[in-house]
């Protein structure tokens, strides 16, 4: 499944203004596995961007009902976006997980909240009916630490920003929190009309341009995983693709609609 929560994040690789926009996820074993659910507003220098996704069907039933939530909250200067406050919440019927990250570029630091609540199930004898009884409990934990290592992108900033990167070099490394860790290495770079032209067969008409989302663990046990995305003319994402997983096959991301708030 965590591939498949990849190719969520892959979603948020749109660079207009103010929109809304669903995409559809898919794997050839299953069919369709989840959906995500994007909103960007802007209002003067400031951005939201929200991005929602969620199991549905037997990848429901395999997780959990799992859903996944992402904001990203900064400041735009130079058309490029810098968050101030980053959340991250994983969910499923027993667990939540919420992680805030609140950055400070001044001086080069992000302070991570990470809050846990956990259903416990337990039994115990109730001398009223004589009967053993099934007690769930939630258990909550909170802890605050400062990140032994600053980067200045979330992983929604990092691919609002992709377009600026990609206009002054075809490659770059991705360090974003919520997309990157030290196990891990994170590069994106532009296909050519050539590399695009063999990989054209993966998408449907009206592909613009391609990128290949490249992950290389640095353990070489572990395989490298490629994600490419293909984008329209307006240089919004339209669709990912995720080649063959064993026995899971293809997983792919498809956009279903996209709606400017500017119109």
């Not at 003067?44 to 959990?64: E, H, P, S, W």
């Not at 770079?189 to 391609?210: C, G, P, R, T």
């Amino acid at each position: 499944m965590q591939k498949i929560i990849m190719i969520f994040l892959l979603t948020s690789t749109l660079f207009s203004a103010s929109f809304s926009a669903r995409y559809t996820v898919n794997v050839s074993m299953f069919g369709k596995v989840g959906y995500i659910d994007l909103n960007l507003n802007e209002k003067f220098n400031k951005y939201t961007i929200k991005m929602v996704a969620k199991t549905t069907g037997t990848a429901a039933k395999l997780t959990g009902d799992r859903l996944e939530t992402y904001v990203s909250k900064g400041t735009i200067v130079d058309s490029k976006y810098i968050p101030e406050l980053f959340i991250k919440v994983k969910k499923t019927n027993r667990k939540t997980r919420t992680q805030t990250y609140t950055f400070n570029h001044d001086e080069k630091t992000i302070t991570l909240v990470e809050e846990k609540e956990k259903l416990i199930s337990s039994t115990e004898f109730n001398p009223m009916s004589f009967k053993i009884e099934q007690k769930e409990s939630i258990k909550k934990t909170k802890n605050t630490k400062i990140m032994d290592k600053y980067v200045p992108d979330d992983v929604l900033s990092s691919f609002m920003n992709t377009t600026n990167h990609l206009n002054k070099q075809h490659s770059y490394k991705l360090e974003a929190i919520g997309a990157h860790n030290d196990k891990k290495d994170v590069n994106l770079y532009l296909l050519n009309d050539s590399q695009k032209e063999k990989v054209a067969s993966d998408f449907s008409k009206n592909i613009a341009h391609v990128c290949n989302l490249n992950v290389k663990p640095h353990d070489s046990d572990d395989k490298t995983v490629d994600i490419l995305i293909g984008f329209d003319n307006n240089g919004n994402m339209k669709e990912a693709v995720l080649g063959d997983i064993f026995w899971i096959g293809k997983i792919t991301a498809t956009r279903l609609y996209y709606k400017s708030n500017c119109d």
